[in-house]
């Protein structure tokens, strides 16, 4: 993990430095017309029409290219009417869009390449990983001293947490399991914190790779890894948070199994109780749009998802139940075509890798694939060779293109190698409704209705909050109505976010006591909206952002410090806007500031984006390499694909999964499919 990391942040170094001449004609531009808003340019005429924007009604993001606008969003939405999408990134912009509400607050839409800010973000992460590194170090060595004294651990999960002995250490409560909090618990030191991780699944799953544990491609264990092996210093306590109590500082959990999405069937078994902390980490993440109130049949009895393991590991027994089912005597050939047409809904990247990897299992157990794609030991007849005519995929994208939040290029790069591979794609078409298990009825632009019988329907189509983040939003809300603030974190509840500043603590809690990262948070400024992309490499850089934060020693509640170095209690908290967190040690000495690399005030967190990958099928990947704003190559078909492996293996969490996942691959190449359903 340390070695990837330094060696990721001099690789990012070396490419900054060849580049610059690159970037050097790109620091400025004149922004083109979007969203019917009149510009001009010296080269070409202001035009008013939207280019290419594919709303989300979720959630959205609008990255552009040096040279076009290419408007998408960071999910796809294959079911709604296209409502105002959000817009991400806080550097220097050229052109507002206006949304409603209390301060009528601005969203920008157009980046200018800063490159002085990228340095210095590249040069602040290589500190960064230094210090990780010195502190991985430190927590070995307490390993190995905790190994020689067994006899003095306690089992009790809580022991330590209500221990007064340890109340010099302030209680961090990690909600969740996902990338954030992974990323959060490998950082955070726990010689200054009690860290307990609550959550119904005691591991971390390395999503990207769903779609291909859901065919076989990879192993569900391979991609995953215990909470516990992530950092054995923290505390895990299996169960699912109900309710957090944001005045009192403290939290209802339901302990044992659950599901995160949702609150399930009650279960009077399992045992329910409070759980005080001094800080929050909320990380829940969001799960599927499973919701009939905008589709109309849209289930969980009805769709399979591609969000948890349970969901892959139905959909793969599924996809194998209807190979058998349409091997049964006594069909006709139509009643195995409409077994073995897979409908896939959602031209993002869920969609799209899961219709690649779907191709090329169908392909591998029909034996209708090109042969040098073949297993090499493969059999001389596919086990299910004698389906190959009736099988067939269908993919459904409500916007004009898939991937839209790739250039254009690979865009339609995605869209030709699937139709190579005899993928009907069927763009500008949403879900007017589901019929039951086996039948879809879709509407084009025109208004035109088209059913379709088929043995599966997967949902691959926008994201929603879960239940408890619900919850948190209403009592925000009042929260704010009892302060009777001008501004609320209303304006971002209806996108199912927990509104949060630029240092991710939560809008409306008691001053630093709740932070929100990942999926489920969106910042919201005094004069400007930022909603970054729901994607792994945004989570990943909050938690550990928010690791460091508090490793560093910030005060969260950003009280001023007098010259004797006593914290002002005075100041104004009524304002749901907090002055930047503050180390109080280093506002006063020197050698600390220092140590702090002059930062006494706590810097803003700043995405850097380093591109998005996605798996196409038949051994093709596409490849977009950036750093922030600055778009460094494109690449498609076998050397995207190659690309693609080297990156899923070097983030993998660690040794284990990347010698799992190599495995997986050779065993697939050497000896084909396992089609046992189990």
């Known amino acids: 993990m340390i070695y990837k990391q330094s060696a990721a942040a001099l690789w990012l170094l070396s490419v900054l430095y060849k580049e610059i001449s690159a970037f050097a004609p790109t620091f400025t531009r004149t922004p083109r017309t979007h969203l019917g808003m009149q510009t001009t340019r010296p080269d070409k005429e202001a035009k008013s029409e939207d280019k290419g924007v594919i709303p989300n009604i979720t959630t959205g993001i609008i990255f552009e290219e040096m040279n076009d ?18 817009f991400a990134n806080e550097v220097a912009v050229k052109k507002v869009v206006s949304i409603v509400n209390e301060k009528d607050r601005v969203i920008p839409t157009e980046k200018i390449f800063d490159f002085g800010a990228t340095v210095d973000l590249l040069i602040g992460k290589a500190f960064d990983t230094v210090e990780d590194t010195a502190l991985m170090l430190k927590r070995s060595m307490k390993e190995s001293d905790s190994l020689r004294h067994l006899d003095d651990l306690n089992a009790d999960a809580l022991s330590e947490w209500n221990d007064q002995e340890q109340a010099h250490k302030p209680r961090v409560l990690v909600i969740g399991t996902g990338w954030a909090s992974h990323a ?70 339901k302990l044992g199994e659950g599901n995160i999405i949702d609150d399930g069937p009650d279960n009077k078994d399992q045992e329910v109780i409070e759980i005080p902390y001094d800080v929050v980490i909320y990380s829940a993440g969001v799960g599927p749009i499973s919701s009939s109130k905008r589709t109309p049949g849209l289930s969980t009895e009805n769709v399979h998802f591609l969000k948890t393991i349970d969901d892959a590991v139905r959909l793969r027994s599924s996809v194998i139940t209807l190979l058998e089912k349409a091997s049964q005597p006594g069909l006709t050939d139509e009643e195995r075509r409409k077994i073995l047409t897979f409908v896939v809904v959602g031209g993002g990247p869920t969609g799209v890798e899961y219709c690649g990897e779907l191709t090329d299992f169908l392909n591998d157990v029909t034996g209708r694939g090109e042969k040098k794609n073949r297993p090499v030991a493969k059999r001389t007849v596919a086990p299910f060779a004698h389906l190959a ?27 030709k190698g699937l139709l190579n591979k005899r993928v009907d794609v069927r763009t500008s078409t949403r879900v007017s409704r589901i019929e039951g298990k086996h039948r879809i009825v879709t509407l084009n632009n025109d208004e035109i209705e088209e059913a379709f019988d088929c043995g599966i329907i997967v949902w691959a189509a926008g994201t929603m909050p879960v239940r408890l983040t619900e919850r948190i939003i209403d009592n925000l809300d009042k929260a704010c109505e009892k302060k009777g603030s001008n501004v609320t974190p209303g304006s971002l509840s209806k996108y ?18 709740m932070i929100a990262i990942g999926d489920a948070s969106g910042t919201i400024g005094e004069k400007t909206d930022e909603l970054l992309p729901q994607t792994a490499q945004v989570a990943a850089q909050q938690g550990a952002y928010v690791a460091r934060l508090l490793n560093r020693g910030y005060d969260l509640t950003g009280a001023p410090t007098c010259k004797d170095s006593e914290v002002t209690t005075s100041f104004s908290t009524n304002s749901l806007f907090l002055p930047a967190p503050i180390n109080h040690e ?29 798996y196409t099928g038949g051994g093709e990947a596409l490849s977009q390499v950036q750093l922030g704003d600055k778009k460094l190559f494109n690449q498609a078909g076998s050397v995207g694909f190659l690309l693609w492996r080297s990156v899923y293996i070097v983030k993998q969490v660690s040794t284990k999964t990347r010698l799992l996942v190599l495995l997986d691959w050779a065993k697939t190449r050497m000896f084909g499919r396992d089609v046992t359903r189990m």
């Open 586 to 614: 280093a506002a006063i000495d020197e050698g600390k500031k220092k140590d702090l690399r002059g930062m006494v005030n706590a810097k803003p967190f700043k995405f850097l984006n380093l591109g998005q990958l996605a």
């Open 389 to 415: 005519k009736y099988t067939s995929v269908k993919l459904i994208q409500g916007g004009e293109e898939l991937l839209p939040m790739f250039d254009k290029d690979l865009r339609d790069s995605a869209e």
């Open 69 to 86: 606008i290419e408007g998408i969003p960071d999910r796809d939405d294959s079911h709604v009417e296209p409502k105002i999408p959000f």
């Open 184 to 253: 959060f618990i490998k950082s955070i030191d726990t010689e200054k914190f009690r860290v307990l991780v609550v959550s119904p699944s005691n591991y971390f799953i390395f999503t990207p790779m769903l779609a291909s544990t859901s065919v076989g491609t990879t192993e569900i264990r391979s991609i995953i890894e215990s909470t516990r092996d992530a950092n054995p210093t923290v505390k895990y306590l299996e169960g699912k948070g109900l309710d957090i109590n944001t005045e009192a500082k403290s939290m209802t959990i």
């Open 496 to 513: 199912g976010r927990i509104p949060v500043d630029r240092w991710q603590r939560v809008l409306g809690a008691p001053s630093g006591s």
